[in-house]
């Protein structure tokens, strides 16, 4: 039985198929582009990486081989979404705020809350959020956070 990723493979040349493999364990492009033979500098190599990486068949061939992975691990989008929640709506005393932002900030990414192409359109970009002047930084983070945990 042919797979997905067997098909999406034999698209590749052979070195597209090296990159392709390399990238898939290694997350590096420069790495990828080097381990398949292609020659220069690490910025010529970033480039060939890029050039690679927005070629559909050589992004569909790392699709093909990372889908099964991600599959065996059970992580979906929705799990993932689901444990950013989770530390960007946990109290304030649990998660160091700098967590709690950074899920936020990807929650908003997802969204597409800061460029105007939102996923969901009951989500509303702009907030109305006050804070009083005569607040401590501690009073304001804990209004904050209860404002966001309210939206």
Known sequence: MTTSADKALKKLTPKQHIFVSEYVQSHNGVSATRAAGYKGSDQTLRS???????????????????KPALEEAQINTEKIIGELKLIAFAPASEVPLSNKISALKLLGDYLGMWNGNKKDESIKPSLNFHCSPNWTPDEARRALLEFLRNQ
Do not use: G, M, S, Y
């Not at 060939?48 to 990372?66: F, G, R, S, W, Y």
């Open 48 to 66: 060939v990486a890029h050039e690679n990486l927005t070629k559909p068949h050589i992004k569909d061939a790392i699709e093909a081989l990372i």
